[in-house]
């Protein structure tokens, strides 16, 4: 059988991932679609988690991340699983600025799926990953966790907490030689970024409102100094050269791809 040549094996760094096991949460569409298509590209066996039923023969286990035992279930019926990718996000759908403007009750869903969904996702795979002696878990999070974004505080605040998750579980897990990074989106083409467009233009008078590309056109003027939208297929080479022998001294970081909007000093 002919293995098969990845994206960055093809450019001549071979990654060494052909045989390995991944499980992507949230791999049905946008930058998780391309994630498990970057890690099959690789050699690997990619097994799925996601609200929305597959098509073809992917292997995919069908659930919500906020429950627990169908996730305990996943994880114990792919005991070979190295490496976990949770791409999983969702906003309150509404302008938050100023934060008053939302409910209280606004939160807990934003809360439920993007913190705790990926502290389920960690206490099902840590176990096995732990006794394995070996592997790592990616948590997809935001630019919006690391500057206080005032669009929709409570992804705002979730994403936030997740680094801080992703730190502690780096800590716990380094000396059982498995790795925690989290992944840092800027802007993206995607669902969400939709809904954050959506959202905004709800909250102006009619004469105001633009359409998605010419609001998307001038927002990453604004924000990137690179000027440039970042793409799925970007998230997908960083993901797989983050699970490689060549990451192997890389955990606990939170990796920006987002055109310089993040910018520490």
């Known amino acids: 059988m002919v293995k098969p040549v990845g994206r960055i094996q093809a450019l001549g760094m071979d990654l060494k991932l052909a045989g390995k096991e991944v499980a992507v949460i949230g791999a049905a569409k946008g930058i998780g679609k391309a994630i498990a298509d970057g890690f099959r590209s690789e050699g690997c066996r990619v097994v799925e988690f996601d609200r929305e039923a597959p098509s073809g023969d992917i292997e995919r286990a069908v659930g919500d991340v906020t429950n627990f035992e169908a996730l305990n279930a996943f994880a114990k019926s792919n005991p070979e699983v190295e490496h976990v990718v949770y791409c999983v996000g969702v906003g309150s759908g509404k302008f ?149 022998e060549h990451a192997r001294n890389i955990t606990g970081q939170t990796l920006n791809i987002d055109g310089g909007q993040v910018m520490h000093s």
């Open 96 to 244: 938050g600025f100023p934060f008053w403007r939302l409910e209280p009750s606004d939160w807990s869903r934003v809360l439920e799926i993007n913190l705790i969904g990926a502290a389920n996702v960690a206490h099902a795979f840590a176990p096995q990953l732990a006794e394995n002696g070996r592997g790592s878990f990616q948590f997809f999070v935001s630019v919006a966790g690391q500057i206080g974004s005032q669009t929709d505080p409570p992804y705002s605040a979730a994403k936030a907490g997740l680094i801080n998750f992703m730190q502690c579980a780096a800590k716990d897990l380094a000396p059982y030689g498995v790795r925690a990074n989290a992944i840092s989106p800027g802007m993206v083409k995607t669902e969400l970024n939709q809904s954050v467009w959506a959202a905004g233009q709800a909250n102006l008078p009619e004469s105001e409102r633009e359409s998605y590309d010419a609001w998307a056109e001038s927002k990453i003027k604004q924000i990137a100094p690179l000027g440039k939208w970042q793409t799925p297929a970007e998230f997908a080479s960083l993901s797989v050269f983050l699970a490689s």
